[in-house]
């Protein structure tokens, strides 16, 4: 990957975390238990997306050490 490619996927995971943090203070101020239930959902997705983007940064970094 160049660093176009590590720059993008960096974005990706400050974009995700920001995304995580809102859903987060959200599933607080949530009472319904349907809304609560949909927003988990979609805290579950997002965390699973970053997991994702951050096994790929963490195996460039794994690469470029060895190099």
């Known amino acids: ?3 176009e490619d590590i720059l ?3 974005r990706k995971e400050a974009e ?3 995304r995580l ?4 203070k959200a599933m607080a101020e949530t009472k319904e238990l349907n809304t609560l239930a949909f ?4 805290f579950k997705e997002a965390r699973e997306e970053l997991r994702r983007v951050q ?3 963490a195996g460039l970094a794994t ?3 060895s190099d």
């Open 39 to 42: 927003k988990g959902k979609l």
């Open 21 to 24: 943090e809102r859903l987060r």
């Open 1 to 3: 990957m160049n660093n």
């Open 16 to 18: 995700l975390l920001k």
């Open 8 to 10: 993008k996927l960096r």
């Open 55 to 57: 096994e790929k940064l």
């Open 63 to 65: 690469k470029e050490n």
